[in-house]
Protein backbone atom coordinates (compact mmCIF):
# COMPACT_ATOMS: atom_id res chain seq x y z
CA UNK A 1 0.00 0.00 0.00
CA UNK A 2 1.30 3.00 -0.84
CA UNK A 3 2.55 5.60 1.95
CA UNK A 4 -0.27 8.65 2.04
CA UNK A 5 -3.18 5.68 2.00
CA UNK A 6 -1.42 3.78 4.66
CA UNK A 7 -1.30 6.87 6.63
CA UNK A 8 -5.30 8.27 5.46
CA UNK A 9 -5.87 4.48 6.55
CA UNK A 10 -4.01 4.31 9.82
CA UNK A 11 -5.83 8.12 11.16
CA UNK A 12 -9.00 6.05 10.05
CA UNK A 13 -8.76 3.58 12.13
CA UNK A 14 -6.96 6.00 14.99
CA UNK A 15 -10.27 7.77 15.01
CA UNK A 16 -12.59 5.19 14.90
CA UNK A 17 -10.84 3.59 18.29
CA UNK A 18 -10.83 7.32 19.59
CA UNK A 19 -14.73 7.70 19.25
CA UNK A 20 -15.29 4.35 20.23
CA UNK A 21 -12.99 4.69 23.75
CA UNK A 22 -14.92 7.57 24.34
CA UNK A 23 -18.23 6.62 23.98
CA UNK A 24 -18.78 8.75 21.06
CA UNK A 25 -22.28 8.11 19.68
CA UNK A 26 -24.77 9.26 16.97
CA UNK A 27 -26.95 12.49 18.19
CA UNK A 28 -30.59 11.58 18.96
CA UNK A 29 -30.37 8.27 19.06
CA UNK A 30 -31.31 5.97 22.21
CA UNK A 31 -27.72 4.93 22.76
CA UNK A 32 -26.94 8.94 22.54
CA UNK A 33 -29.18 9.50 25.40
CA UNK A 34 -28.29 6.59 27.64
CA UNK A 35 -24.61 7.91 27.75
CA UNK A 36 -25.48 11.07 28.69
CA UNK A 37 -28.10 9.51 31.08
CA UNK A 38 -24.99 7.78 32.47
CA UNK A 39 -23.25 11.61 32.23
CA UNK A 40 -25.13 13.02 34.37
CA UNK A 41 -25.71 10.18 36.92
CA UNK A 42 -21.96 10.14 37.64
CA UNK A 43 -21.54 13.70 38.08
CA UNK A 44 -24.63 14.10 40.30
CA UNK A 45 -26.90 16.32 37.69
CA UNK A 46 -30.10 15.29 38.57
CA UNK A 47 -31.85 18.29 36.07
CA UNK A 48 -29.45 16.45 33.44
CA UNK A 49 -30.50 12.85 34.58
CA UNK A 50 -33.97 13.95 34.42
CA UNK A 51 -33.84 15.05 30.87
CA UNK A 52 -33.52 11.08 30.25
CA UNK A 53 -36.23 9.72 32.52
CA UNK A 54 -39.53 10.09 32.70
CA UNK A 55 -40.71 9.24 36.21
CA UNK A 56 -44.09 9.78 35.50
CA UNK A 57 -44.38 7.29 33.05
CA UNK A 58 -42.25 4.60 34.91
CA UNK A 59 -44.68 5.40 38.04
CA UNK A 60 -48.17 5.29 36.00
CA UNK A 61 -46.67 1.58 34.38
CA UNK A 62 -45.29 0.50 37.04
CA UNK A 63 -48.79 0.73 39.02
CA UNK A 64 -50.49 -0.70 35.84
CA UNK A 65 -48.56 -3.68 35.50
CA UNK A 66 -49.15 -4.44 39.10
CA UNK A 67 -52.62 -3.90 38.93
CA UNK A 68 -52.48 -5.97 35.56
CA UNK A 69 -50.80 -8.83 37.04
CA UNK A 70 -53.21 -9.37 40.00
CA UNK A 71 -56.29 -8.64 37.73
CA UNK A 72 -54.55 -11.50 35.19
CA UNK A 73 -54.39 -14.07 38.29
CA UNK A 74 -58.03 -13.25 40.03
CA UNK A 75 -60.56 -15.76 38.87
CA UNK A 76 -62.79 -14.57 42.01
CA UNK A 77 -65.26 -11.44 40.72
CA UNK A 78 -65.45 -10.81 44.46
CA UNK A 79 -61.45 -10.63 44.14
CA UNK A 80 -61.48 -8.60 40.78
CA UNK A 81 -63.99 -5.69 41.44
CA UNK A 82 -61.43 -5.34 44.78
CA UNK A 83 -58.73 -4.92 42.17
CA UNK A 84 -60.59 -2.79 40.12
CA UNK A 85 -61.12 -0.38 43.01
CA UNK A 86 -57.97 0.04 43.79
CA UNK A 87 -56.88 1.00 40.41
CA UNK A 88 -59.29 3.30 40.55
CA UNK A 89 -58.20 4.46 44.35
CA UNK A 90 -54.47 4.35 43.07
CA UNK A 91 -55.42 7.01 39.74
CA UNK A 92 -56.99 9.14 42.74
CA UNK A 93 -53.43 8.79 44.65
CA UNK A 94 -51.18 8.89 41.54
CA UNK A 95 -49.99 12.79 41.67
CA UNK A 96 -48.85 12.62 45.09
CA UNK A 97 -47.10 9.11 44.62
CA UNK A 98 -45.16 11.23 41.28
CA UNK A 99 -44.61 14.03 43.39
CA UNK A 100 -43.03 11.36 45.75
CA UNK A 101 -41.45 9.30 43.24
CA UNK A 102 -39.85 12.64 41.17
CA UNK A 103 -37.94 14.04 44.96
CA UNK A 104 -36.49 10.44 45.59
CA UNK A 105 -34.87 10.29 42.36
CA UNK A 106 -33.43 13.61 42.82
CA UNK A 107 -32.27 13.09 46.26
CA UNK A 108 -30.59 9.31 45.11
CA UNK A 109 -28.85 11.00 41.92
CA UNK A 110 -27.34 14.41 43.93
CA UNK A 111 -26.43 12.14 46.82
CA UNK A 112 -22.46 11.53 47.64
CA UNK A 113 -23.50 7.54 46.67
CA UNK A 114 -22.37 6.49 50.16
CA UNK A 115 -24.27 3.17 49.33
CA UNK A 116 -22.61 2.32 46.18
CA UNK A 117 -25.95 2.64 43.98
CA UNK A 118 -24.10 3.76 40.96
CA UNK A 119 -21.18 1.34 41.21
CA UNK A 120 -22.57 -0.28 37.90
CA UNK A 121 -23.04 2.88 36.35
CA UNK A 122 -19.24 3.93 36.48
CA UNK A 123 -18.82 0.30 35.34
CA UNK A 124 -21.11 -0.24 33.15
CA UNK A 125 -21.18 0.99 29.44
CA UNK A 126 -23.99 1.63 26.83
CA UNK A 127 -23.00 -0.87 24.40
CA UNK A 128 -23.37 -3.50 27.06
CA UNK A 129 -27.09 -2.81 25.96
CA UNK A 130 -29.00 -4.38 23.01
CA UNK A 131 -31.37 -1.79 21.97
CA UNK A 132 -34.14 -2.21 19.57
CA UNK A 133 -35.93 0.46 17.84
CA UNK A 134 -38.87 0.61 16.22
CA UNK A 135 -39.95 4.01 15.46
CA UNK A 136 -40.56 6.34 18.29
CA UNK A 137 -39.58 3.76 21.06
CA UNK A 138 -37.16 1.26 21.81
CA UNK A 139 -36.99 -1.67 24.17
CA UNK A 140 -33.70 -2.10 26.01
CA UNK A 141 -31.79 -5.00 27.16
CA UNK A 142 -28.58 -5.69 29.26
CA UNK A 143 -26.55 -7.95 26.58
CA UNK A 144 -25.84 -10.12 29.78
CA UNK A 145 -28.15 -12.60 30.83
CA UNK A 146 -30.73 -9.83 33.18
CA UNK A 147 -34.53 -10.08 33.99
CA UNK A 148 -35.12 -6.46 33.85
CA UNK A 149 -34.96 -4.22 30.78
CA UNK A 150 -36.53 -0.73 30.08
CA UNK A 151 -38.36 1.13 26.95
CA UNK A 152 -37.96 4.62 25.74
CA UNK A 153 -39.38 6.87 23.92
CA UNK A 154 -38.56 9.73 21.33
CA UNK A 155 -39.17 13.36 22.51
CA UNK A 156 -39.95 16.23 20.41
CA UNK A 157 -36.64 17.58 20.74
CA UNK A 158 -34.86 13.75 19.71
CA UNK A 159 -33.87 12.82 22.49
CA UNK A 160 -35.20 9.70 24.08
CA UNK A 161 -36.25 9.17 27.75
CA UNK A 162 -36.82 6.16 29.46
CA UNK A 163 -40.58 5.87 30.08
CA UNK A 164 -41.30 2.00 31.31
CA UNK A 165 -39.08 -0.23 33.12
CA UNK A 166 -40.16 -4.10 32.78
CA UNK A 167 -39.39 -7.11 34.91
CA UNK A 168 -39.57 -10.41 32.98
Known amino acids: MPRPLRTHALLIVLLLCVCLASGCTVANTPRRSLSELRTALLNHDADAALRYIDVDSIVENMVQDIFLKYEVKSDDPLALLGIRAGRQAALALMPGVKELA ?52 RMADGHWKIVQIIKE
Open 102 to 153: RNRVKAAITSPDEGGYFEYVKKGSVWYLDIAADGDTALVKPIVKSDTSFRMR
